[in-house]
């Protein structure tokens, strides 16, 4: 089993900051990419950041030089820090593992053969 967890999500004035956290665990040898995405109600959820071992990160149009992804890779986490926050940044925020090498070599599979796992999200809002 793989678990990823989120944190650091709450309540944020316009133009304030915040640092989420994603950690995945599980008998996890590697995670090749990691990412952070969102959904506000009423709306499909969307790629905000994603970054892949070896690769260079990704960002959603609308987050580009506010947002940054970070990864500590020995230790399977993901942050996003959030600068410059504005109300439309409000929206659940959940973290994805992508593609797990487990111990004895396999790779993870969902009940759904996805290679992918989410988290339950950490809900954000910026508000004044």
């Known amino acids: 089993q793989v678990h990823v967890v989120e944190s650091g ?3 944020v004035q316009p133009g304030g900051s915040l640092r989420l956290a994603c950690t995945a665990s599980g ?3 590697s995670i090749f990419g990691m990412g952070w995405y969102r959904q506000a109600p009423g709306k ?3 790629l905000v950041a994603a970054v892949t071992t070896g690769g260079s990160p ?3 149009d609308s987050v580009k030089g506010r947002f940054t992804i970070s990864r500590d890779i020995t230790n399977n986490k993901a942050y996003l820090q959030m600068n410059n926050l504005k109300p439309e940044d409000t929206a659940v925020y959940y973290c994805n593992a992508d593609y797990i090498r487990l111990n ?3 790779v993870y599979t969902g009940p759904e053969n996805e290679y992918d796992v989410w988290g339950q999200g950490t ?3 910026v508000s004044s």
């Open 9 to 11: 999500g709450g309540l």
């Open 44 to 46: 499909q959820r969307e």
């Open 27 to 29: 008998s996890i040898v």
């Open 123 to 125: 809900q954000v809002t």
């Open 104 to 106: 004895g070599g396999t």
């Open 58 to 60: 990704k960002y959603g």
